[in-house]
């Protein structure tokens, strides 16, 4: 089973970026999907962007796409999230997972999360 570990959430201002990592162990990393999700305080957790295996197709929850990018590095067996032009609304915990992976649709976690890393935007 992979073992995750995320890392990169802080506190910035509404229009900054951040990156997002998100670390694995195992040797089933590079050949799985992965995903990164979100809960905010009093919410549900939401999905919010997903890579397949190879890295060669993405999908993004419309709340952020066109401002987040996922990519991939099985080399060092870590999966990142860009994050840019932050916003108040995306204020939560981010969490990563191994995913199935769908490019019509959110994948689906399967895997054990992980602590997550907090994001707080400031308006």
């Known amino acids: 089973q992979v073992r995750l570990v995320e890392s990169g959430g802080r506190s910035v201002q509404a229009g900054e970026s951040l990156r997002l990592s998100c670390v694995g162990s195992g040797p089933t990393f590079s050949s799985s999907a992965m995903g990164w999700f979100r809960q905010a305080p009093g919410k549900e957790r939401e999905f919010v962007a997903s890579?397949?295996?190879?890295?060669?197709?993405?999908y993004y929850a419309a709340s952020v796409k066109g401002r987040f990018t996922i990519s991939r590095d099985n080399t060092r067996n870590t999966v990142n999230l860009q994050m840019n032009s932050l916003k108040a609304d995306d204020t939560a915990v981010y969490y990563c997972n191994t995913v199935d992976y769908y490019d019509y649709g959110p994948a689906r976690p399967f895997g054990s999360w992980g602590q997550g890393t907090q994001v707080t935007v400031s308006s």
């Open positions: 890579i397949n295996w190879i890295g060669t197709s993405t």
